[in-house]
Each structure stands twice: as C-alpha cells, then as structure tokens.
C-alpha cells in the first residue's frame, strides 16, 4: 500500500538548519509531484514546497522562499527538504504530500525551534 515516512524532525535554535526526508513506497517517486505542508499548533494546514515529476521545477510559499530547499531521489524513492536559518514560526509538523496538498502522506515529523 502507499506510505510515506517523514523523518529528521528536532529541536534547533533560531538560525539552525534541518533536513527532513520522506520516504516512499507503494507507488514510484518519479510518477509524481510531492510537495511538503506543514501545521503549526492551532494553525491550519500550510503548503510550503512542491517539485514537479515532469521538469523538476520547484516553488516555495514566501514565507520559505530562499531558506528552504526541496529535492528528490527518485531511485531511492525518497523526498528531502533542506531548511536553513530557521526561525520560531517554522515551528510545526511538517509532512510531505503526493501531490499537493491533497494527497495521501504520512505521519509527520515534529520541527522545533527555539532557543
């Protein structure tokens, strides 16, 4: 069946950096446009990054643009987003998506930032 695993979460200062990884199975990376969403506490769900199957392009919502990067291994099946100089409003689960924001994905993983 299909599955994603988010992976990398933590606790980081302010300026710190992370790599979150998605693993996946039950279905080909390289079929897809995945993106990553992210939901704060009390917040709704966010879309932050997508990369397109097709030509590889990317996009970020502002609120990531030039901190954030998102890639893709597609013979290792598995998703990535870079994040640099994070700040405490990134503070959130962050989960990838197959697709949008509409897609099936997995259970999350926990990014905190804080001193």
Do not use: H
Request: glycine fraction near 10%.
């Amino acid at each position: 069946q299909v599955q994603l695993v988010e992976s990398g979460g933590g606790l980081v200062q302010p300026g710190g950096s992370l790599r979150l990884s998605c693993v996946v199975s039950g279905f080909a990376l390289s079929f897809y446009t995945m993106s990553w969403v992210r939901q704060a506490p009390g917040k709704e769900l966010e879309w932050i990054s997508s990369m397109a199957n097709s030509d590889r392009s990317k996009n970020y919502a502002d609120s990531v643009k030039g901190r954030f990067t998102i890639s893709r291994d597609n013979a290792k099946n598995t998703l990535y987003l870079q994040m640099d100089n994070l700040k405490f409003e990134d503070t959130a689960v962050y989960f990838c998506v197959r697709g949008f924001t509409n897609g099936p994905r997995g259970q999350g993983t926990q990014v905190t930032v804080s001193p």
